[in-house]
């Protein structure tokens, strides 16, 4: 979940909004850009991100910018970020858990050869049928096997099959954060040594430094232990190696070492 393409093309003070006021809108917790500075993640995004942003990624992005829940969207400057990670990693087998409607899935499918495979798991066939189409005209959606409903069951079963174990070169989560343990439980077997996992919304629109008192969305303060239990889980993790980082709502990034 971050930064929408409608929301962030209007995070430059318009007329008549004051630097005081601009800055106000940084002081409540569940400001979904992590930068302190507007101006410079619309820098970021009109000079690194869009120039080369893929013209299906642009449609999808706007297409779901109209959606009433494109706040689960991740941001541009994350999907660039997806799609050079996983041709850095030569990643040909990758997972996705949480697709919403597919647009780090379709920068994870951009990048893949043309015989990569993702298996792609949400709750929601609708929302990843909005963005299907897009999809197809982009000529990937052959790397793509979705399956709706929860990923727990599809992975105690993948789990279980020890032909399955570290086959999977690149796995991304981006779903519900009250499972996040119980996914790495899993996918920490499924993912292969030196593979990547990569855990999204880590810096939870910034509430994990925030007092508990502090404003925050309802959502936000829901999730915000689990959250924050899954950073010290990971870091506490020997198996792992891990980068966290502030793009998006904040990824960690966990390199598989044994």
């Known amino acids: 979940m971050a930064t929408t393409t409608t929301e ?6 318009t007329n008549g909004e004051d630097k005081q006021s601009q800055n106000l809108r940084h002081q ?17 995004l009109e000079t690194s991100v869009y120039p080369r942003e893929p013209e299906s990624m642009k449609e999808l992005r706007e297409v779901t910018a109209k959606h009433p829940w494109n706040i689960m969207t991740t941001s541009a400057d994350e999907g660039q970020f997806l799609n050079m990670l996983i041709k850095l990693v030569n990643a040909k087998n990758t997972m996705e858990i949480g697709v919403y409607t597919g647009y780090s899935l379709l920068a994870t499918a951009l990048a893949l050869p043309e015989d990569g495979k993702i298996l792609a798991m949400d709750v929601n066939r609708e929302n990843y049928e909005l963005g299907l189409p897009i999809i197809e005209k982009a000529g990937v959606a052959h790397k793509i096997d979705f399956r709706e409903g929860p990923a727990l069951p599809v992975l105690d079963e993948l789990v279980a099959d020890e032909k ?27 993912v292969k040594v030196g593979g990547v996992i990569g ?5 939870w629109n910034g509430s994990v430094v925030a007092p508990p008192d502090a404003p925050m969305r309802k959502y936000v303060r829901y999730y915000r232990d689990f959250v924050i239990e899954l950073n010290k ?12 980082l502030p793009v998006g709502d904040g990824i960690t990034i966990c390199r598989r070492i044994n």
């Open 28 to 44: 409540e917790v569940g400001h979904k850009s992590l930068l302190q500075s507007d101006d410079l993640y619309q820098y970021i």
């Open 164 to 190: 399955n174990h570290g086959t999977y070169d690149f796995i991304f989560v981006d779903a519900d954060k009250d499972n996040y343990i119980n996914y790495h439980k899993r996918l920490i077997d499924l």
């Open 199 to 203: 855990y999204d919304n880590t810096l």
């Open 8 to 13: 962030a093309t209007k995070t430059s003070p």
């Open 233 to 244: 889980a990971l870091a506490a993790d020997p198996r792992i190696e891990i980068c966290m």
